[in-house]
């Protein structure tokens, strides 16, 4: 028997509140429901190594503050925090649940700080970043481990290898959820439940539906426990969709990673000071439209469009140093041919590339700091920024690979995260909170650390609402 | 790269440059991040850098059973032990860090049997057994030049070997001879030791016995090094009032010796006692096993030595004192013949790693300001 399982929950009691799920979200539920004299139970599918869904790949959050404080150097107020969500999803949003969420994620870090998270101050790595998001110290997984501990201090019930598999909901009510523990099938009673059980980017089967074949070469950069088991019983039960089932967030890494939870070391960022090519050796698009931290999320979508779902980024040794070192070490060759060689591609073809690449620079003083204006002349697909000859050996290549971080189809909630219904009517006891709703703010792209402000303040919100719900219907009995 | 354990060293320390999660918990991996790419002087600089919190283990998303099964204090901890073969000096004993558990062990019992019989041998058993008092009391147990003599010879040769294995760790880290001179950095290196800084993880502590955090380890180690400071002052002052005020030992308790020691051998004892407990209670995942001999040999060493000495004070009054002493004074004898053949040298390498460190982000941040004016 592992050391977590000495208190075993009893199954033959009904819990107040059920929560589907391990990651940041699920917590904030669980441990804000159990704050609230609820008993509460939480089955996270994975084995308590691996526990805490994405979020333990995460490292920082997002929130609304009226002032610095330590660890961030200065305010972040509701309009600006709009403005940048606006600008991601280009409008693919609920201004009045996103501008709710935003609201409610005013001074959140004192929340957490007090259920365990400790933040660190702004440093080197963080610099970016460090008026409007929160830094975790040691990350994700170091967030995760203290709000587990304090779950646990506060006496949520915690069963690990627990993947619920199917709800049981009458006349709109959620009744009990059968899951498989260890392989064995079992049943949770609640009174209410809380679905925080992520996306299903960890699907293959589910992203070829959307993807097609191509999903098949797609890597997974989180968990492998996100297979969006809750969203599809939820949607064949009749819930609301929101957000575009083709679409995922993904960006270009390294086609060497791991197939699931490569997580952040796998990123590239060495695209804009290079040249990219497909499996033919052709350039595709414009590797210098703009900073990286702008373009890098559409460069997934770009390599999943090239046949093969395969692309290659190519330097030489002058950009080497320019950008954050990586996992898996550069492919190097003498020359282009030899470089040719040892990514099988065909010499002739990149050779052509190159020199028709390198033809087309124009001299002008390159700046990795700045839109420099080091453009193209004369060539499809022009490099706009950046651009400079690949003539100084040894060359250096990176294989690349579309790897989806999460996906957007979500469940529809209302601002007590109840789960809408086809027709708009609220499940009464069913709430949602982390990526299996958001969608309904997050349309479409991306915004670093807002993925955990959804899930802290929906997490908190479906944990305090599970509650109400539970108090107002024993009231009535 | 040559041995397995500079390989692991260098494949964890390549992963986490990628990563960089964990750099608000110590000094490692800002200067981890100084680099791309990592030489074997830069590995050997990151061991002896690492002060084992292992708060970057817990916190690791790729920390076993992931499939990059990184163990960043176990892999700096493996490589450490290797440093201190590959620095220590003279360099024919550096066989003795293989088992050193075992060694040390062999060296404090040979200290202890190699007093009593000197001192059985040309004092007779009246040394051992006979009740001793006022001034000179432990000098009719073993003479003052028979302690001094042996005691100051051997402080001489550790010094100069605790020198030339720091020399050594700077040469071979990449430092320059004329570095050492910058006291700015000394200072910054100082503070660090002196509070332990790289123990508190950051605020809470670190992971030590177990997953939790927490400052326990950090107070043990305090009372360890502070009550190792206070016995040196006690020591220091019985030796100027021995010698150039002629008060001869034993002091009366309310003495500047006896009451530093007395405060110093307590501390000592409830340091390296609590540190002995923690090591049997911790979580051995992220721990340099390969260690285990010379960590606990060495602390279950202060912990005799500091328990013996003050067996002394408090029966130096009875007859058990002679005995008492000899076996006291083998400890001490062996404590400080394995001194530059054990954990002692964690002290030094640390210390010399902790001013490279201050040296190098001190240049680092200087630059980085430069580069943003």
């Given at each position: 028997m592992k050391p977590e399982d000495r208190s075993a929950p009893n199954l033959s009691r009904v819990y107040d509140v059920l929560v589907v799920g391990g990651g940041n979200a699920a917590l904030c539920a669980a441990m804000t429901a159990r704050e609230a004299g609820a008993s509460v139970l939480l089955l996270e599918s994975s084995p308590r190594e691996f526990r805490g869904g994405n979020s333990r790949h995460t490292r920082n959050l997002r929130y609304f503050h009226d002032s610095g404080n330590w660890h961030l150097t200065g305010p972040y107020l509701e309009d600006e925090f709009w403005n940048d969500l606006l600008l991601v999803t280009k409008g693919q949003t609920n201004e009045d649940l996103a501008r709710f969420a935003i609201r409610e994620s005013k001074n959140i870090g004192m929340w957490m700080e007090q259920h365990g998270c400790r933040f660190q101050p702004a440093m080197r790595g963080t610099l970016h970043l460090a008026r409007t998001n929160a830094f975790f110290l040691g990350g994700g997984k170091a967030l995760m481990n203290a709000y587990y501990a304090t779950a646990e201090r506060l006496g949520v019930e915690i069963l690990y290898e627990a993947t619920a598999e199917d709800l049981e909901i009458r006349e709109g009510l959620f009744t009990s959820a059968a899951f498989d523990h260890r392989g064995v099938r079992r049943t949770a009673r609640a009174r209410a439940v809380v679905l925080a059980?992520?996306?299903?980017?960890?699907?293959l089967e589910w992203l070829k539906q959307s993807w097609?074949?191509?999903?098949?070469n797609f890597i997974i950069r989180?968990?492998?426990?996100?297979?969006g088991r809750m969203l599809r019983v939820m949607l064949d039960q009749g819930a609301q969709p929101v957000g575009d089932p083709r679409q995922g967030h993904a960006v270009a890494i390294d086609?060497?990673?791991?197939?699931?939870?490569?997580?952040?070391?796998?990123?590239?960022?060495c695209v804009p000071f290079g040249i990219v090519v497909n499996r033919d050796a052709r350039r595709f698009y414009?590797?210098?439209?703009?900073?990286w931290p702008k373009r890098y999320a559409i460069w997934g979508r770009l390599v999943a469009q090239q046949p093969d779902q395969i692309a290659t980024c190519l330097i030489d040794s002058?950009?080497?140093?320019l950008f954050m070192p990586s996992v898996f070490p550069p492919i190097e060759a003498g020359s282009i041919r030899d470089m040719a060689a040892r990514l099988k591609l065909d010499p002739a073809a990149l050779d052509d590339t190159v020199q028709a690449f390198n033809a087309a620079t124009r001299p002008g003083s390159f700046?990795?700091?700045?839109?420099?204006?080091?453009a193209t002349e004369?060539?499809?697909?022009?490099?706009?920024?950046?651009?400079?000859?690949?003539?100084?050996?040894p060359f250096y290549a990176y294989p690349l690979r579309p790897g989806i971080t999460?996906?957007?189809l979500s469940l529809t909630v209302n601002r007590r995260t109840q789960v809408i219904m086809q027709g708009g009517t609220?499940?009464?006891?069913i709430f949602a909170a982390g990526e299996i709703m958001s969608g309904n703010i997050l349309g479409q792209g991306y915004m670093a650390g807002f993925g955990m402000t959804i899930g802290t303040v929906f997490g908190r919100i479906a944990g305090k609402e599970s509650v109400r719900y539970v108090v107002e219907r024993l009231k009535r009995s | 790269m040559s041995s397995s354990v500079l390989k692991e060293a260098d494949r964890v320390m390549t992963i986490c440059n990628a990563c960089r999660?964990?750099?608000?918990?110590?000094?490692v991996f800002p200067a981890m991040e100084l680099r791309r790419t990592f030489t074997a002087a830069d590995l050997k600089y990151f061991a002896n850098l690492?002060?084992?919190?292992r708060g970057c283990y817990y916190a690791?998303?790729?920390?076993?059973?992931?499939?990059?099964?990184?163990n960043v204090p176990k892999a700096l901890g493996e490589l450490r032990l290797e440093t201190y073969a590959m620095f220590?000096?003279?360099?024919?004993?550096?066989?003795?860090?293989?088992n050193n558990g075992w060694v040390v062990g062999l060296v404090a019992a040979l200290s202890v049997a190699a007093v009593m019989l000197l001192t059985l041998l040309f004092k007779g058993h009246a040394a051992f057994f006979g009740a001793h008092t006022g001034a000179g009391a432990f000098y009719r147990v073993v003479p003052y030049a028979a302690i001094l003599l042996p005691f100051t010879a051997l402080g001489v040769f550790i010094l100069v070997s605790l020198w030339k294995g720091v020399a050594n760790l700077w040469r071979e880290t990449?430092?320059?001879?004329?570095?050492?001179?910058?006291l700015k950095a000394h200072r910054q290196a100082v503070w660090d030791v002196l509070r332990l800084r790289y123990l508190e993880g950051g605020g809470d502590?670190?992971?030590?016995?177990?997953?939790r955090f927490s400052m326990v380890r950090r107070y043990f180690h305090h009372a360890v090094f502070y009550g190792f400071m206070l016995c040196l002052a006690s020591t220091t002052i019985a030796f100027f009032y021995d010698h150039f005020l002629g008060w001869i030992a034993p002091?009366?308790?309310?003495?500047w010796p006896v009451v530093l020691g007395t405060a110093g051998g307590l501390a000592l004892i409830a340091g390296s006692g609590g540190m002995l407990y923690l090591k049997k209670h911790m979580?051995?995942?992220?721990?340099?096993?390969?260690s285990f001999g010379m960590d606990i040999a060495f602390t279950a060493l202060l912990f005799l030595t500091s328990l013996t000495g003050m067996a002394v004070l408090l029966f130096?009054?009875?007859?058990?004192m002679g005995t008492l002493l000899t076996i006291h004074l083998g400890f001490v004898l062996g404590l400080f013949v394995s001194m530059p053949y054990g954990k002692f040298l964690h002290a030094v390498y640390r210390y010399a790693a902790l001013v490279r460190h201050a040296l190098e982000q001190g240049k680092g941040n200087r630059e980085a300001s430069k580069g943003n004016g």
């Open positions: 059980s992520g996306g299903y980017q960890a699907n097609g074949p191509p999903a098949e989180g968990t492998p426990y996100d297979k086609a060497r990673a791991p197939k699931f939870d490569g997580g952040i070391v796998t990123r590239l960022d414009d590797e210098g439209e703009e900073f002058k950009s080497i140093d700046d990795p700091a700045a839109l420099d204006g080091c004369g060539i499809e697909p022009a490099k706009s920024h950046w651009a400079r000859p690949l003539d100084t050996p999460f996906t957007y609220p499940a009464e006891n | 999660y964990c750099e608000g918990f110590c000094a690492c002060h084992n919190c690791c998303q790729y920390a076993p059973p992931h499939e990059f099964d990184l220590s000096w003279p360099s024919a004993l550096k066989g003795m860090f293989r990449g430092g320059q001879p004329l570095e050492l001179r910058d502590g670190c992971n030590y016995p177990d997953e002091y009366p308790f309310w003495s979580d051995r995942a992220p721990a340099s096993v390969e130096r009054e009875t007859a058990a």
